[in-house]
């Protein structure tokens, strides 16, 4: 029997930690105690919290959307009224469309999950690249567009530290989000209303505020129709609103991360995610369409430096009393919100990397957590992702927002699509049957317009470098699979003696004597390379070990954390596959035990694990198995952890003796 103390993880002191280490700690805060029973229930969002971690990216859209939208226009600016209606239409029905989403997909993972299950595994991964563009690009915009709005308030002579200022933002906000999700939503919560206190004032001020301006905005939309039907035609007017309605595509971009982050609401998950989504939409097209219609009621323009809603601002607030403090908090919330905004790209960017490297598209490392329970690669990955695309673009959000735009699109075409397919095959039931496909071909008609037109017109202007990346993206995970698959079948061929037996002892066997020669194994799954390891260890050492004792640690990735009883669940799995090793031991004749321990990090808990073993079993010698390839190259320390190595150079450290047995594998022959 395994000692049960082994199954408690601890951290380790702080004082036995190194000055970096302490550092580290109090930047990103201390492990989580994963026995903690009410741990899932701490890390989950109340709708709220989830629309303000997942909602600021939809709602803070309305910075740049509606802008470029409206710019768009020219000497049409009259048709911003249509545009307006346009935009709230399109906010409700894509967001009933995902809220739907969630309904069949209630485990979460977006526009990943959604057409990988219903389109295929290739559709799925240009989702995925898609998507992780995306996110990469929603951090970008977002800091860019907060940047813009807080340099709006300052000198022009101060414009030149608006770059630096930005990258400051990225670097602590991708620390922010190591030390936790809740964490980093809880610290901008109050920019978050804040923003949405003022903006409120604002469009009410805006709308209601000038009504003698009504009358003669809607004289001016009858004057303009007719002048631009006698001057461009019919088909002049739909194409520009048609090119101003795609441009304005940044404004539904935020959309998507709710039906992408199910896994951090709480409980019933299915319905905080739809109250998130519908607090979005109702937030998103009253700020987005009311703008609009506020650019027209005000004719705002233009202005070096100034982004509209800073120009519309202070024409609204131009004589009344404290005006000037209202602009100066009703830019700073904006600019902060935007920051918050970035958060939909720390959130949903890991999330997508860790699905997609469990389905073996990316390195699987992007799969762990860290000791606080956050995706702390992919976070990471894409801060510095963010980065480079902030220098490339020198922080130019009409830029961005092209680049940002076709990728949105894509993702929501394909989920749109997928839908549309599924309910097509389902049996016909007129009253769900026909809301679902018209709903579902609705929205692809919308996404797959916006997309082809954003493509088509901005493709020189920077779209190209969007599906550049995109595509090489796409390759880079063809490659990576392809790799995996071959490892697995090259693994595969491993097979031992007793690997396919479901091994029972055939005889007693002797007690363990803790006072002889033990082999202590390191193991993970029960396959071919945990038994080879083994059973080397008695073909190498004939003769001379007498008790074998296996560990393993659990690995509490994205993979296995679903929410409340996933600890659980993982310790049931991990002891189950031991005691098949011990089986597997007593089987051959030789009296075994297992230790186990639950944890994000393999090598710090196996340190832990050897601890408790030589307390045990003071003559142990530790055994781990290493895939070896024929021929070694670079890239596969980045596929493959070097494990092993790094939890012999642990034991080795401690004063006890590892040895690391080699599975060779040649990929020649797969």
């Not at 940047?147 to 200022?165: C, M, Q, R, T, Y």
């Not at 393993?552 to 659980?568: H, I, T």
Request: proline letters at 4%; charged letters at 15%.
């Amino acid at each position: 029997m395994a000692d049960p103390a082994a199954k408690e993880p601890s951290s380790a002191p702080t004082e036995s930690l190194s000055f970096g280490q302490k550092l580290w700690r109090l930047l990103v805060g201390s492990p989580r105690n994963l026995t903690d029973p009410k741990l899932a229930h701490q890390l989950s969002l109340i709708p709220v919290l989830a629309w303000i971690g997942l909602g600021a990216d939809g709602l803070s859209s309305s910075s740049y959307g509606p802008e470029e939208a409206f710019l768009s226009l020219g000497q049409h600016a009259y048709l911003a009224f249509f545009i307006a209606i346009a935009m709230a239409a399109t906010v409700f029905i894509i967001s009933l469309a995902y809220a739907r989403i969630i309904e069949e997909f209630p485990r979460g993972g977006g526009g990943y999950v959604v057409a990988t299950k219903l389109l295929g595994e290739k559709a799925g991964l240009v989702s995925g690249a898609a998507l992780l563009v995306d996110y990469v690009l929603t951090i970008t915009i977002s800091i860019a567009a907060a940047g813009d709005a807080i340099f709006s308030l300052l000198p022009p002579e101060w414009h030149a530290a608006k770059l630096a200022f930005e990258v400051f933002l990225i670097v602590s906000l991708t620390v922010l989000n190591i030390r936790g999700v809740r964490e980093s939503i809880l610290t901008l919560a109050p920019v978050f209303f804040l923003f949405v206190i003022t903006h409120v004032v604002l469009i009410a001020v805006g709308l209601l505020g000038h009504p003698q301006q009504w009358s003669t905005t809607a004289a001016a939309v009858g004057t303009g129709l007719d002048h631009g039907l006698s001057t461009v035609g019919t088909v002049g007017l739909l194409l520009a609103l048609i090119h101003s309605y795609s441009l304005g595509g940044g404004t539904y971009t935020g959309i998507e991360a709710v039906s992408n982050g199910i896994p951090m609401m709480r409980e019933p998950r299915v319905q905080t995610a739809k109250r998130t989504m519908l607090y979005m939409a109702v937030s998103l097209a009253f700020t987005a369409s009311g703008l609009l219609l506020c650019y027209m009621l005000w004719n705002v323009t233009h202005v070096d430096g100034k982004t509209l809603n800073a120009v519309l601002a202070e024409n609204i607030t131009h004589g009344l009393p404290l005006g000037g403090l209202f602009v100066v908090l009703t830019l700073l919330s904006e600019g902060a919100l935007l920051v918050a905004a970035a958060q939909a790209g720390f959130l949903g960017g890991p999330r997508v990397l860790a699905n997609m490297a469990i389905d073996g598209w990316v390195p699987h490392r992007l799969s762990a957590l860290s000791d606080r329970l956050t995706t702390q690669n992919g976070i990471l990955l894409m801060g510095i992702a963010a980065m480079a695309a902030l220098l490339y673009t020198q922080g130019s959000v009409r830029h961005l927002v092209v680049m940002y735009s076709i990728n949105v699109f894509l993702t929501f075409s394909l989920s749109m699509l997928g839908m549309a397919m599924l309910w097509l095959r389902r049996p016909f039931r007129r009253r769900y049957w026909i809301s679902k496909v018209s709903l579902f071909s609705l929205g692809f008609l919308l996404c797959s317009t916006i997309l082809l037109i954003t493509t088509y017109e901005k493709f020189s202007h920077g779209g190209w470098v969007t599906l550049t990346v995109t595509g090489s993206i796409v390759l880079l995970c063809l490659w990576i699979r392809t790799h995996y698959r071959k490892v697995g079948a090259a693994l595969s061929q491993i097979k031992p003696q007793h690997a396919e037996v479901d091994v029972k002892p055939s005889k007693p066997v002797n007690p363990l004597d803790h006072s002889q020669p033990t082999a202590a194994v390191f193991v993970a799954a029960y396959h071919g390379l945990g038994i080879q390891t083994a059973l080397n260890v008695f073909q190498t050492f004939p003769g001379y070990f007498k008790n074998l004792v296996f560990l393993s640690v659990g690995v509490l990735d994205s993979g296995a954390f679903k929410g409340e009883g996933a600890v659980e669940d993982l310790t049931h799995s991990v002891e189950k596959t031991l005691q098949k090793y011990v089986d597997l031991a007593n089987f051959i004749g030789m009296p075994a035990t297992y230790h186990m321990a639950i944890g994000t990090d393999v090598v710090e808990e196996s340190e832990k694990l050897s601890r408790q073993v030589v307390q045990e079993f003071p003559r142990t010698t530790f055994f781990a198995g290493k895939i070896m390839f024929e021929e070694e190259h670079w890239y596969q320390k980045i596929l493959h952890n070097e494990t092993a190595f790094a939890i012999q150079n642990r034991i080795l450290f401690s004063g006890q003796t590892m040895v690391v047995l080699p599975a060779k594998v040649d990929l020649a022959k797969t």
